[in-house]
Each structure stands twice: as C-alpha cells, then as structure tokens.
C-alpha cells in the first residue's frame, strides 16, 4: 500500500514525458508548499509539480541533504512538523499545502502519533492562521483495515490494525473538523514504478502473504496526476478520493515482475491487514483522473515498471 517503505529519493522522471503527452488537463501555476519531498513519493511529485510550472517550496528538516531538490528548481525552507513555532514562515504566501511527510517505518505507535497525527495538526493549523486556502493530504488505503479483500469506497468504515494506519486515519478525522480551511485527501494505494524499487522492497515483508491476494498498485505518474487534478479542481465536491490504477494484481504477479518466487502463503491472517482494494471511481467520475498506466503491464511494456 502507500509509500510503505519510505526511503530517500531517487531517480530521473522517464515518465514525465508520457503523461505530458497523454494528460490534455492545464494546471493553473500555484506557489506550493510540500512537506517528504525527499521521500519516495514526494521527491517525484515535486519534480513533476515544477515540470508543470507550479513553485514549489519544500519544507526541509536539514537542508544538506536535500541538494537534488535544489537542483530541481524547488525551494527549500527549514522546520519540523514537531516544532510548531517553526512553521509560520513555511506557509506564509503559499496557495496550498501538499503534505507528504510520514514517519512509519520502525515507528513505534506514540512515534506514529507524534509525528502523523500531531505534526499534521501543527501544520494545518498554522496553515490556517496564514490564511492558506487549501491542504491536501495524502493518505493510505490502509485506513480501510482488513475487509476480505473487497473493494473499499471512500465513504466505507474503517478500522486499521498498525500504528501507521491508525495515525494517518487519525489525522483525516483531524483535518475534516479544521474550520477554516478547505481540506482534501487522497487515498494511496501501493506506489510503484519509475526507478523505485518499492516492490523489491516489499519482497520480504509479503514473503508470508498468500499469493493469490491482490492489491490496489499505482505508478508514481499518476499519483501525480492524482495530485494535479485535485490542484486544478475548485472544491471538489467530496473531501476524500481513493487513487488506484484499473488493475490489482495479485502478489504472485507482483513478486514475478521482479524476479521473485510468489510468496508462500504462511501467515494469511497477519496479510489481512493489508486485503482492502480500493475502489476508483469517485476520482474517475469526479476528477477525471484516467491512469497513464492502467495496468503493472502497461508499466512494464514501457520500461517504467
């Protein structure tokens, strides 16, 4: 599911000029504030959010490591979503915030807490104060919790198992009850695709997982695509969108598409928690999002998988 394994960023943006060529909807340009834009997602969102003649502000605990985003024509802008005092300056004069950051792995649920509950609240709230219209975060399709494997809607209960679920859904509830300030949430699924090695990454983890379970994918170029139909929608008419490509496949094919063995099966119940799949329409009908790579077969014909 969404950015499950968080690492620092990476590599080019090949698909970019794919979804230039695919996308005909215009973005009208916006001062941004981004929050993880040295993440997995984040470092390849930003990129595709300057490609697309936004400005984009990157808030930054230690500027030193974050040369590349520099380099990328993002601006940096030091503080810590702990440290509340340390905020006013990042949101001053910006038109949205796109909040990325999240701590999850190895986080202990009170690390979880602090940093996706609380700093989330800490950001929004001084958001507001600075008159920030909107602020969009991004969620996981893991709020959902163990459903059997059927097609979650946006407006379905929900009930996470794991710290880092329950802090993200924790977080929406926050940011729903904000006056104020107009917030949305997209829902990730599991993001893949353009030099990640996220599905590498999560070999070990599903080892256990039946392989005949599937899971809600989609590539970073439409999480992206995602995030600008959103920018480019005045108020849309629902607060929360799932973000999933046409396919979820299951994870004997995913493990294939790098070279691994299906997982083996063993411990079926601890793979509910991650069972949800995620149900697309409300984005497709409402935001007209059509994904650049319907399927993880379509990635990889493209050498973007």
Same mark, same amino acid.
């Given at each position: 599911?969404?950015?499950?394994?968080? *690492?620092?960023?990476?590599?080019?943006?090949?698909?970019? *000029?794919?979804? #230039?060529?695919?996308?005909? @909807? /215009? #973005?009208?340009?916006?001062?941004?504030?981004?929050?993880?834009?040295? %993440?997995?997602?984040?470092?390849?969102?930003?990129?595709?959010?300057?490609?697309?003649?936004?400005?984009?502000?990157?808030?930054?605990? +230690?500027?030193?490591?974050?040369?590349?985003?520099? +380099?990328?024509? /993002?601006?940096?802008?030091?503080?810590?979503?702990? !440290?509340?005092?340390?905020?006013?300056?990042?949101?001053?004069?910006?038109?949205?915030?796109?909040?990325?950051?999240?701590? @999850?792995?190895?986080?202990?649920?009170? !690390?979880?807490?602090?940093?996706?509950?609380?700093?989330?609240?800490?950001?929004?709230?001084?958001?507001?104060?600075?008159?920030?219209?909107? $602020?969009?975060?991004?969620?996981?399709?893991?709020? &959902?919790?163990?459903?059997?494997?059927?097609?979650?809607?946006?407006?379905?209960?929900?009930?996470?198992?794991?710290? &880092?679920?329950?802090?993200?859904?924790?977080?929406?509830?926050? =940011?729903? !009850?904000?006056?104020?300030?107009?917030?949305? /949430? =997209?829902?990730?699924?599991?993001?893949?695709?353009?030099?990640?090695?996220?599905?590498?990454? #999560?070999?070990?983890?599903?080892?256990?997982?039946?392989?005949?379970?599937?899971?809600?994918?989609?590539?970073?170029?439409?999480?992206?695509?995602?995030?600008?139909?959103? =920018?480019?929608?005045? *108020?849309?008419?629902?607060?929360?969108?799932? #973000?999933?490509?046409?396919?979820?496949?299951?994870?004997?094919?995913? $493990?294939?598409?790098? %070279?691994?063995?299906?997982?083996?099966? *063993?411990?079926?119940?601890?793979?509910?928690?991650?069972?949800?799949?995620?149900?697309?329409?409300?984005?497709?009908?409402?935001?007209? $999002?059509?994904? =650049? &790579?319907?399927?993880?077969?379509?990635?990889?014909?493209? %050498?973007?998988?």
């Amino acid at each position: 599911m969404a950015e499950f394994l968080h *690492s620092q960023a990476g590599e080019g943006m090949a698909v970019f *000029s794919n979804a #230039v060529m695919r996308t005909a @909807f /215009i #973005v009208h340009p916006m001062n941004i504030l981004m929050t993880g834009a040295t %993440g997995k997602v984040g470092s390849r969102l930003a990129k595709r959010l300057v490609a697309h003649g936004h400005s984009v502000r990157a808030l930054v605990r +230690d500027p030193s490591r974050a040369a590349e985003l520099v +380099d990328q024509g /993002i601006t940096l802008v030091t503080g810590d979503l702990l !440290e509340a005092a340390s905020l006013p300056a990042a949101v001053a004069g910006v038109d949205v915030v796109v909040h990325c950051a999240a701590f @999850f792995r190895g986080a202990t649920p009170e !690390e979880a807490h602090a940093v996706n509950e609380l700093g989330t609240r800490h950001l929004a709230l001084r958001a507001r104060d600075a008159a920030v219209p909107r $602020f969009l975060f991004m969620s996981t399709g893991l709020v &959902y919790g163990p459903n059997g494997g059927a097609l979650a809607h946006e407006d379905d209960a929900c009930a996470p198992v794991d710290a &880092y679920p329950r802090s993200k859904l924790a977080a929406e509830r926050m =940011l729903l !009850e904000i006056e104020g300030l107009e917030v949305g /949430i =997209l829902r990730l699924p599991f993001v893949y695709g353009d030099g990640d090695p996220h599905i590498q990454d #999560v070999v070990p983890f599903m080892r256990t997982f039946p392989p005949t379970q599937r899971m809600s994918i989609g590539h970073h170029a439409d999480v992206a695509q995602a995030v600008l139909r959103w =920018l480019d929608t005045p *108020s849309p008419a629902h607060r929360i969108y799932n #973000v999933a490509d046409d396919d979820a496949p299951d994870l004997a094919t995913l $493990f294939a598409s790098v %070279g691994e063995p299906s997982p083996d099966g *063993s411990d079926p119940e601890r793979a509910q928690a991650f069972a949800a799949r995620l149900d697309g329409r409300r984005i497709r009908d409402e935001l007209d $999002f059509q994904p =650049l &790579y319907p399927t993880l077969a379509d990635a990889i014909a493209a %050498g973007e998988a």
